[in-house]
């Protein structure tokens, strides 16, 4: 494995030591014609492709990577490129665990080491919309405690045509970098995420004892 890493090119910049990135979408033709690029530049440069999708778009997902210059077929077999669905990841077990999410993405970061010099890793998020056990908001946060440690890059992909803007909010809080109307940039609304778990657990006390109060 090359010890050296090619700079990682992104919605028209160069990543910088930041490597947890939201990206804003209000349609697929406009995430792929973001994204695809991204991923064609990393299986160029021999690098692991991680994707986390809804299974209902598994085989879309798949043909767009082919169309994006990616031999889909050859980089599956050899394990350069997994494309997974959310049941077998995030919910897996019908249920939700963000303490096992972010096991499973480091037990796939450090099985890949020897092999690949860089990661890069996409989840589309569109499941925390799901009416599943575990479902929370300060997943993204915990991640922040683990993903600096590592080199590569993650960029969680949401649909801004199916979140509230309240949601959407605590979203940006957790990404230090974010894209959106087709730029990366810097996300000056990042806080770390002691203060953002600190902030979200004192709002759901509220709504529990607000909640106590009104029966």
Sequence with gaps: MAESRAPVRLAGRTLSHTNHIRAFFHSREEQNKILMPFFKDGYDQDEKLFHVVDSRLHEEHRCACQHGGIDVDDAEASGQLEIHDWEGTCLKD?????????????????????????????????????????????????????????????????????????????????????????????????????????????????????GATAR
């Design 94 to 210: 019908g249920y939700f665990d963000a303490d096992r999410m972010i096991r499973i993405l480091q037990d796939m970061l450090d099985s890949n080491r020897a092999h690949y010099k860089r990661i890069r890793v996409t989840g589309n998020m569109e499941w925390a919309l799901k009416t599943v056990p575990g479902v929370t908001d300060e997943y993204e946060a915990k991640l922040n405690y683990v993903l600096p440690k590592y080199p590569d890059a993650f960029v969680c992909v949401y649909d801004l045509n199916r979140h509230s803007g309240s949601v959407i909010m605590d979203i940006l809080r957790a990404h230090p970098m974010v894209i959106i109307g087709g730029l990366l940039q810097e996300n000056p609304l990042y806080v770390l995420p002691d203060r953002l778990l600190r902030d979200l657990r004192h709002r759901k006390r509220g709504k529990e004892q607000s």
